[in-house]
């Protein structure tokens, strides 16, 4: 496992959420009111579409795209009756550094 620096430990409080790159690949890291740090990709598994303006009330992510709720405990919809879930990367916490393990990490392209 490769993990990799997303942020430090003060760049989110319980019930928060944030978005970060690593790369090429975003990475969410949310906290639940009354959960644990997760780290799920950044993008929809609904239409694969970013989550940059999602919205996250303390427990429930919705996607702005399509209105797709995800219980970010479990990263399942939870507004809908299928299958798609957030899919999780794992996370460590090393001191004041949040990491994230999001496989190979090929760096983000230069802009042009």
Request: glycine share 10%; aromatic share 8%; proline share 7%.
């Amino acid at each position: 496992m490769a993990f990799t620096f997303v942020c430090h430990t003060t760049a989110l409080s319980e019930g928060s959420m944030g978005l970060y790159q690593i790369g090429k690949k975003s990475v969410l890291l949310v906290w639940p009111a009354g959960g644990e740090l997760k780290a799920y990709r950044g993008r929809c598994p609904h239409a694969d579409m970013p989550l940059t303006e999602a919205t996250f009330d303390g427990t429930t992510l919705m996607c702005p795209h399509h209105m797709w709720g995800f219980d970010c405990n479990s990263g399942k919809c939870s507004t809908h009756l299928v299958r798609n879930a957030l899919h999780p990367y794992e996370l460590k916490v090393e001191g004041d550094e949040i990491q994230v393990d999001v496989g190979p990490v090929r760096p983000a392209k230069a802009p042009a």
